[in-house]
């Protein structure tokens, strides 16, 4: 099947500063990859849907200015958390959409627990 | 507004039963439904894909149903071993792609 990697896997930063998250398809091409967020015990939270070449596209109450998402590359989405705060702590994942077989079906990275102190 | 909900929560079964785990959701127009598996602490492994066009599809010991027009989909797993506990989450992708919140299983050896 196909692989997205994301890295770091985990990151403990100090609040305040800036700490980016990298989504890689290894084995394929994305233009669409799309970013959630996981609190503890409960389900995915959609944040952001990045296309490859053009601005992301943010759900309603995701601060854009906090959460700069870029996608240089059919197989690049990266997530900064821009002047990180504790409640930012959390466990973010990425997805990729095959561009080629466009069945819709979505491969997740492994995520990336950050931990504001 | 897509709603999907699953039942039950959380389940706990020794090792070699059949289980079956389900998905509902509130708004028929979909273009599919997806079963995942999450390990504590990692991220999703994609189980199985249901096009809006199919009823079901196979993995192994798993199988998906998918019924349209009821709005639901269920996730059989046959001969659960404990390599299986995990957290099963169902999402559907319609407007936009919309997760349930899980079913957390453990098998007992």
């Known amino acids: 099947g196909a692989v997205v990697s994301q890295h770091p896997s985990r990151v403990i930063c100090k609040s305040g500063t800036s700490v980016k998250i990298e989504c890689r398809s290894l084995d394929f091409q994305a233009t669409t990859m799309f970013w959630y967020r996981q609190f503890p015990k409960q389900s995915l939270m959609l944040m952001a849907t990045s296309n490859e070449g053009s601005k992301a596209t943010y759900e309603q109450g995701v601060e854009k200015d906090k959460f700069l998402i870029n996608h240089a590359s059919l197989t690049l989405s990266t997530l900064t958390v821009t002047s990180a705060h504790p409640e930012d702590s959390s466990f973010y994942i990425c997805?990729?959409?095959?561009?080629?077989?466009?069945?819709?079906?979505?491969?997740f990275g492994e995520g990336s627990r950050l931990t504001v102190l | 507004k897509q709603e999907v909900t699953q039942i039950p929560a959380a389940l706990s079964v020794p090792e070699g039963e059949n289980l079956v785990l389900n998905c509902s959701f509130t708004d028929s127009a979909i273009y599919n439904l997806q079963w995942f598996r999450q390990d504590p602490g990692k991220g999703l492994t994609s189980l199985l894909l249901i096009q809006s066009s199919q009823r079901e599809q196979t993995s192994g010991r798993l199988n998906a149903s998918l019924d349209k027009s009821s709005g639901r989909s269920t996730l059989y797993i046959a001969a659960s071993q404990p390599g299986d506990s995990a957290t099963y989450l169902c999402?559907?992708?319609?407007?936009?792609?919309?997760f349930g919140e899980g079913t957390q299983l453990t098998v007992n050896p």
């Open positions: 999402a559907v992708t319609s407007a936009r792609l919309t």
């Open positions: 997805s990729a959409s095959r561009l080629a077989t466009n069945t819709g079906e979505l491969f």
